[in-house]
């Protein structure tokens, strides 16, 4: 069999693409010279590749196999090049890192501005989505590195435990719950429960039935609000129901958001409460637009993975870029 790292390069164009046209413009090629090659290499594996579906070739089972062996062989090939580039001194060239959205947003620019500082030539492209996506990415060669909030149980997969990230439960200041909730901050735990004060009646914001007694909030208070939670499929997602559903089993009420920028202003106008990383809610936590609630329920927290592919070729940049992080 006569592979070369040209057909395989073609083969991906191809399946990124969706046409040998597209694809030829992007190499650069013929048309004519980019089909012989998908060809060249389907011959020899003695199977399709590609489903043709009007003008649009669509990769098959057979191509799904092979792509993520073409992704590993043409990353290596990178770093070949990335190794003995600039006279052999190997310069560190781009970092390609996917990050899940409270990552991607509150935690790595300021990782990014820090490394930066040690590593000026270095080249960031930054992308962000949920931790599924993110994971997806890495487990298919799309990206170098991954940050994900969730766990990942993908064994091609290999992942290292980053940093502990708080959880807290907030509600707009003005709500029952956060007028009922007394005590501590997001970094104590809540005082013990004082004696009952006269009954009080909720009238809105949180979903409370009741705010007769001040003091840490009981389970009951808490399953009795609306909660405004990330969609399925988010690391925020999962570790929220990680964190709360051993001590609240029903959180009744429910609205789904896309994003936790969204949930923490709708949180603030009063729709609901909600639990975030406390990185994400800090600015209107200290702005007075937002109260962290105290609550008899343990210290919540979850823990922040770097993720990268276990056949990835980690290059010179890579390999400082993960030790940075991980010291």
């Not at 998908?38 to 089972?61: I, S």
């Not at 590593?119 to 962000?128: K, Y």
């Not at 789904?256 to 975030?276: M, P, Q, R, W, Y």
Request: positive net charge; glycine residues 8%; hydrophobic residues 45%.
């Amino acid at each position: 069999m006569r592979l070369t790292l040209r057909h395989l390069q073609i083969f991906h164009a191809v399946a990124l693409r969706g046409s040998t046209t597209a694809a030829a413009l992007s190499l650069p090629l013929s048309q004519s010279a980019t089909s012989a090659a998908l060809n060249e290499l389907a011959r020899p594996l003695g199977t399709t590749l590609f489903d043709r579906v009007g003008k649009r070739l669509l990769v098959n089972d057979n191509g799904r196999t092979l792509l993520p062996a073409t992704r590993a062989v043409l990353d290596g090939a990178r770093v070949i090049e990335t190794l003995f580039s600039a006279g052999g001194r190997g310069a560190f060239g781009d970092l390609n890192v996917f990050a899940s959205t409270t990552i991607g947003n509150y935690v790595l620019p300021g990782v990014f501005a820090r490394y930066r500082e040690l590593h000026s030539d270095v080249r960031l492209v930054l992308r962000i989505g949920n931790s599924s996506d993110v994971i997806a990415a890495v487990r298919e060669y799309e990206t170098d590195l991954g940050f994900i909030e969730g766990p990942c149980h993908d064994g091609d997969i290999r992942v290292l435990p980053w940093r502990e990230d708080e959880l807290v439960i907030v509600a707009a200041p003005g709500a029952p719950l956060a007028v009922a909730s007394q005590g501590a901050g997001p970094m104590r735990r809540a005082a013990p429960t004082r004696a009952a004060s006269p009954p009080r009646r909720a009238t809105s914001g949180s979903g409370a039935r009741s705010t007769a007694s001040r003091g840490p909030l009981r389970p009951e208070q808490l399953m009795a609000a609306t909660w405004l939670l990330r969609e399925p499929g988010s690391g925020t997602r999962q570790a929220v129901e990680q964190a709360l559903l051993p001590h609240l089993p029903n959180l009744g009420s429910t609205m789904t958001f896309g994003s936790s920028e969204a949930i923490k202003n709708a949180v603030a106008e009063g729709l609901g409460i909600s639990c975030l990383s406390l990185a994400v809610v800090q600015d209107l936590v200290n702005a007075g637009r937002l109260k962290v609630l105290a609550t008899r329920l343990p210290r919540l927290s979850r823990r922040f993975s770097l993720i990268h592919h276990r056949g990835k070729v980690l290059s010179a940049s890579l390999r400082a870029f993960v030790a940075y992080c991980q010291a």
